[in-house]
């Protein structure tokens, strides 16, 4: 099967199906409806197989994931998803290995009413890049430099199941069968937090999506915002699963972990009942993790009260 | 030196450099403005290693053309060109080949007053992975699917000087140096037609941008459009390099070339002196190339004016 045929009868809907897109796939360009008087939210992200993802992932799992990372930073912008772009390179026309991975992209696109608006396809090494683009009124967007001292910092769901997983998968850890399931799970299906951005927007001072671990993104926040934190340790919100592992591995998964995909954000401490509200509206838990301080830099607070000072490190491609 | 740092250092400019930008790379998203009415025109192009590109390109012509393709695309709908992202994967962080690139892609970007807007920098295969932005009013795109019987066929430029080129790097064949420098620029630094894509508004009635050749390329606008074309084979432009090859090797690469990046679009006949205008305003040549049939199927016209069916297949990746 050719490259043509495949986009054909794996990425492209009936034109009637599209509501954000004047012009779908198939054409030179596709052709989107951004609403009067809204900014147009791009971000573009790239899947390289044994970098982001293992060859063991189940494909339509990293056809959801190559979106979802991509849905999350609209999320962290505040943004109201409008449609993507896939570009993928792929070792041979594996047709059903592409099947899969456009339905599991599909159903991550349905659930947050958004179209694959055009992208490529071209033989290469295993690669998928896409870029989301969304729609966000001047001046709501949420952006990673307001951070203000005093400001509550909070956190969505639980942090550093991914990493555990991943920690599996590298052999240094066994879990249980359903254990591994639930972790594995939050690895290859994040699940980005788009209704929470957008129930964000006016509330949160700042925000970022939560890819390259906490203290990395955190420090990303700290330099362009020009403040510290202090983070609790033990106000890390964790899966009964993390929380049976050995402390060390329980840190190193939550402050490192990487691939959570959960918001990040600051609200003044005022907020607070519109914060856990705006969480109760979006169907997910927030919680409050620490505050920031006009004092830069990063101060941990340990289970014992103990403070420690943390190099902001995350995740780096070269490093 | 590490990811951020080779962002920061290369791909980051000052935010007041930004015109159409409200919020340039370094956040989760980029905010784009899009004019007041207009529909957002978007492509997304990949480009891999041994593919799209050999190992022995400079980096700042393989920065050059990542973006000339996608611009390309964006000169085939007739959009005007506001922004773009990158998404590279590089196999190792080599800041003299990330300094050259984006060096060619900044040239052409400045040369069109686009944006890099955002991106990613990953470690994998190298792979360039540009998704490009631009604006059209709603009803003016050029299409695929315009074309009708009767239409004059018009190209841009000279065809077949990449497939030249690269018949050289494949080593049947060999060109004296001006000769090879002459067709290997055609190859490597393709200029995409932006200007005469938007002066062909509300004038062509079809168009496309030749990346896979002219015959495959023609297909899809023949099929998208539901009609056919008649061409003379004596009416292609080419090079002086092209027209002093062999006469199979000349058809070979003005039928099957690819990597054109010409322009191929139709117009009513009664349109012929306000086409010609348009060119001479964008400052590049057009040549009428046969017409639009209403019989499906593409006759191919000889030197010797005999007519020969041919089948419009183009370049296919999986193919």
């Known amino acids: 099967m050719g490259e043509f045929e495949l986009i054909e009868r794996h990425f492209v809907r009936p034109q009637r199906a599209l509501r954000h897109a004047a012009l779908g796939p198939g054409d030179d360009c596709a052709l989107l409806r951004v609403a009067a008087g809204q900014q147009l939210a791009v971000s573009s992200d790239m899947l390289v197989e044994g970098r982001h993802f293992l060859s063991t992932v189940a494909p339509d799992r990293l056809g959801h994931k190559a979106l979802a990372v991509n849905l999350s930073d609209l999320a962290a912008c505040g943004a109201e998803p409008l449609g993507c772009t896939l570009a993928l390179a792929l070792p041979r026309a594996d047709e059903p290995f592409v099947a899969a991975l456009a339905q599991g992209l599909f159903a991550l696109a ?8 055009g992208g490529d396809l071209t033989a290469g090494p295993l690669n998928l890049c896409i870029t989301v683009m969304g729609q966000v009124p001047p001046g709501q967007a949420l952006l990673r430099s307001g951070a203000r001292a005093g400001d509550t ?8 199941d991914a990493r555990l997983a991943l920690e599996v998968f590298r052999g240094r850890l066994a879990l249980a069968g359903t254990d591994f399931e639930a972790v594995r799970r939050a690895m290859e299906c994040p699940e980005p937090r788009v209704a929470l951005g957008l129930t964000l927007r006016g509330l949160a001072s700042s925000a970022i999506d939560l890819s390259d671990g906490l203290l990395g993104d ?22 009964a699963v993390l929380a049976a592992q050995a402390p060390a591995m329980q840190n190193e998964c ?5 691939d959570d995909y959960e918001l990040l954000f600051t609200a003044a401490p005022t907020a607070k009942a519109r914060v856990l509200q705006a969480a109760a509206q979006s169907g997910v838990a927030v919680s409050a993790i620490g505050h920031i301080t006009a004092q830069p830099g990063l101060l941990l ?6 403070e420690q000072s943390v190099s902001a490190l995350g995740f780096d491609h070269f490093g």
């Open 254 to 258: 939550l402050l490192r972990g990487g």
């Open 110 to 117: 349905d659930r947050h009413g958004i179209e694959l608006i």
């Open 301 to 306: 607070v340990g289970d014992d009260g103990r």
């Open 153 to 160: 910092l909070w956190v969505s769901g639980c942090l550093g």
């Open 218 to 239: 955190l420090g990303h926040v700290l330099r362009r915002s020009g403040v510290g934190a202090r983070v609790e340790l033990a106000a890390l919100p964790r899966s």
